[in-house]
Each structure stands twice: as structure tokens, then as C-alpha cells.
């Protein structure tokens, strides 16, 4: 259980991180901002159309007599709902990361710089990057969609549908955002997206702990903007526990450490 905990602390270090270095902080929100404007339009438009799909999807209610027709699309309405919410905050950290590659790779190398030690680089050209990243986050997405339509599924069992089922939910989709956070450090480091859950399915609590509070802190609009630089930087600093344990219990005083005030460089992939 002291995993949990440790997780919940690679998320609050990471968000002491990028409040110390304020620069870095607004230099990583550039991403989450395009793309929140994108999700935030499409969520409005599901909670317009939920219903109106609901009724659709349910002919064989129309002559229900009251209450069990408002019951049930009631209920339907909102598990398409949390669907939909479910899925965002999932596609939301991919898309994020994708859209902003150049921007949290130069944002996570600065933190492996200012905790010590080695600093590692992909080498990669940006487009090679871009394509891998892509390639990662769909699959990824696809064991996501599969959990969620087993757990939709589930949603319509009696009392379990509505109190563990989202509750799973909230597990399922917090592991995986770890999963995406982490690999923008883990990447670097050469570690392909099989190796990367090897890795996480070994510290299953510690993935937990990390990343469903910060599902449920995506859960309140814009929250997920601001939190995006300190995600990325406690990932980092959560990649370097599950590489070398010993080293990031006691890192080293990092060269960043003394001029964290700097401006920050051009991503390092666009030089590339």
C-alpha cells in the first residue's frame, strides 16, 4: 500500500517542480490550451446530444409507462455521458502529449538535469518521434476502448453498474494516463511500449497512486491545462524510481539546479 502514497507524491513533486520553475510551468501549458478548446467543444456537444442518442438507441421504451421510462434513458443518458468523460480524459493526455512532443520532452529533460545524473536523449528525428508516439498513444487507446466497453457493459447491473464499475473505471483509465505520462521520460531511455507496461505492471499500486487523482482532477474543466507541465515532470520523476530505484531515491545536486531561472531553450526536437 506505501505505493499508493509514493505515487500521490511523484504527482505533488511534479507539481512543486514546475511552481519552482515558473517559466517551464507556462512554456508546457501551450499545449493543453490548443488542445482543451478542442475536447471542450466536443464535450459540450455530447452533453446536448446524450439524450437525443439515448432515445435513439432505445426504441423499445417509447411505450414505457412513467417512471421506468425516465429511469432508464435517465441512466442511460449518464453512463454515455461518463463514457464520453472517460474517453476524454484518456485521448486528452494523448493528444496533448502529441501536439506538444517537442515542448515536454525539453520540459522532462530539464528535470532528469536539475535531479542529477544522466540525461538521456532519443536521438530521433522529430517526425520519428511524432510517429512514434502516435502509433503508442492508438494502441494504447485500443486496450482502453476494450475496458470501457466491458465496463459500460457492466454499467447496466443492478447497484454494481453504479457504484463499482465507476470505480474500476477510475483505475483503469488513472493506469493508463500513467502510462502516457511516463512515457514521454521512459521513451527517451529507448524503452519500447511493451517494455514500458512490463515496467508499470510491476508497480501497479505506485501507477495507481499517480494517476487516478489526476483523473479525478481532470474531471474539473481547465484543471487539466494547468496540471499538464506538473504531470510530466512528476512522470519523470516517477520513470526515474521505476528505472533505478536507488538513484532516485538519492539523486545528485543536478547542474539544472543553479539556473533553473533560465529562460527555456527551443524544444530540442525541432533543432533535430
Known amino acids: 500500500m506505501s505505493d499508493l502514497g509514493a505515487g500521490f507524491g511523484y504527482l505533488m513533486?511534479?507539481?512543486?517542480?514546475v511552481a519552482q520553475h515558473g517559466r517551464w510551468f507556462g512554456f508546457g501549458l501551450l499545449p493543453g490550451l490548443v488542445t482543451l478548446v478542442v475536447y471542450a467543444g466536443a464535450l459540450i456537444g455530447l452533453g446536448y446530444g446524450a439524450d437525443d442518442f439515448v432515445g435513439w438507441a432505445t426504441p423499445f421504451a417509447d411505450d414505457w409507462s412513467s417512471p421506468w421510462q425516465g429511469l432508464l434513458r435517465t441512466g442511460l443518458t449518464a453512463l454515455v455521458f461518463v463514457f464520453g468523460l472517460f474517453l476524454?480524459?484518456?485521448?486528452?493526455?494523448?493528444?496533448t502529449l502529441l501536439v506538444g512532443q517537442p515542448f515536454y520532452e525539453s520540459l522532462s529533460e530539464e528535470v532528469d538535469r536539475s535531479e542529477g545524473g544522466e540525461v538521456p536523449e532519443s536521438g530521433l528525428p522529430l517526425w520519428r518521434e511524432l510517429w512514434i508516439s502516435a502509433r503508442d498513444?492508438?494502441?494504447i487507446l485500443l486496450r482502453v476502448a476494450l475496458y470501457g466497453i466491458i465496463l459500460f457493459a457492466c454499467g447496466f447491473i443492478p447497484v454494481v453498474g453504479q457504484t463499482v464499475v465507476p470505480a474500476i473505471g477510475f483505475c483503469v483509465s488513472g493506469y493508463f494516463l500513467a502510462e502516457e505520462l511516463t512515457a514521454v521520460a521512459l521513451q527517451r531511455r529507448g524503452m519500447v511500449l511493451k517494455d514500458r507496461l512490463v515496467l508499470l505492471r510491476g508497480r501497479r499500486l505506485l501507477a495507481l497512486g499517480f494517476g487516478v487523482p489526476l483523473v479525478l482532477c481532470f474531471l474539473v474543466p481547465f484543471v487539466a491545462v494547468f496540471l499538464m507541465p506538473g504531470a510530466v515532470a512528476g512522470a519523470t520523476l516517477l520513470a526515474r524510481d521505476l528505472v533505478d530505484p536507488d538513484a532516485a531515491a538519492d539523486p545528485g545536486p543536478g547542474p539544472g539546479t543553479a539556473d533553473s531561472g533560465d529562460v527555456p531553450p527551443a524544444p530540442r526536437a525541432w533543432s533535430a
Not at 513533486?13 to 517542480?17: D, I, N, P, V
Open 13 to 17: 513533486k511534479g507539481q512543486r517542480w
Open 88 to 95: 476524454a480524459v484518456i485521448t486528452f493526455t494523448a493528444v
Open 137 to 139: 498513444s492508438l494502441r
